[in-house]
T-cell receptor, first 116, second 109 residues
Framework: ETGVTQTPRHLVMGMTNKKSLKCEQH?????MYWYKQSAKKPLELMFV???????ENNSVPSRFSPECPNSSHLFLHLHTLQPEDSALYLC???????????????FGSGTQLSVL | SQQGEEDPQALSIQEGENATMNCSYK?????LQWYRQNSGRGLVHLIL?????REKHSGRLRVTLDTSKKSSSLLITASRAADTASYFC?????????FGAGTTVTVRA
């Protein structure tokens, strides 16, 4: 148990659906992240929130919409996704936004998303 | 952004043997981290080595860092079936962690 909980664990959705992924961290961390993991590819950083403010948006399509209502919760709202968006979506947290103080990430178990 | 690149992509060893995997990166770093991922799960932090360190140990793990060659290695000694997983190196890049595609290690009983 890493202290980062993601729900749901699995999600199947059609291209016209709207769904949300949820992440909650119980570690008192100030930074939260969304990563996308596709088979045989490096992890792609999607969004970073530090103290509830978005500090990074890595050219992610607008069909992915993050929300961070407080420092413990992070959502990823999905709408009109494409089949190529099928992947494992990982949430992570760190004490603070990565700095020169050698932060490490704590990951949730991920949501395996399939877009039909 | 630069990212670590692991080598080999896959590794299969017998239980009790050692497993070695390498990571190469492109630009200067403050630190390098190694993570493990069991199938269908999230990544778990294993070890962090700072740019001014050359070697670090944690249990059966040994990590080396050669900043002149921009490379790192992870050695798992006396491997066990439970070590079967994917292993990723991560480098700090402009205050972000960038990951490679990983090395998949299979430990045969």
């Amino acid at each position: 148990e890493t202290g980062v909980t993601q729900t749901p664990r699995h999600l199947v959705m059609g291209m016209t659906n709207k769904k949300s992924l949820k992440c909650e961290q119980h570690l008192g961390h100030n930074a939260m992240y969304w990563y996308k993991q596709s088979a045989k590819k490096p992890l792609e950083l999607m969004f970073v929130y530090s103290l509830e403010e978005r500090v990074e948006n890595n050219s992610v399509p607008s069909r992915f919409s993050p929300e961070c209502p407080n420092s413990s919760h992070l959502f990823l709202h999905l709408h009109t996704l494409q089949p190529e968006d099928s992947a494992l979506y990982l949430c992570a947290s760190s004490q603070d936004f990565l700095s020169r103080y050698n932060e490490k990430l704590f990951f949730g178990s991920g949501t395996q998303l399939s877009v039909l | 952004s630069q990212q670590g690149e692991e080598d080999p992509q896959a590794l299969s060893i017998q239980e009790g043997e050692n497993a070695t995997m390498n990571c190469s990166y492109k630009t200067s770093i403050n630190n390098l981290q190694w993570y493990r991922q069991n199938s269908g799960r999230g990544l778990v932090h294993l070890i962090l080595i700072r740019s001014n360190e050359r070697e670090k140990h944690s249990g059966r793990l040994r990590v080396t860092l050669d900043t002149s060659k921009k490379s790192s290695s992870l050695l798992i000694t006396a491997s066990r079936a439970a070590d079967t997983a994917s292993y990723f190196c991560a480098t700090d890049d402009d205050y972000k962690l960038s990951f490679g595609a990983g090395t998949t290690v299979t430990v045969r009983a």
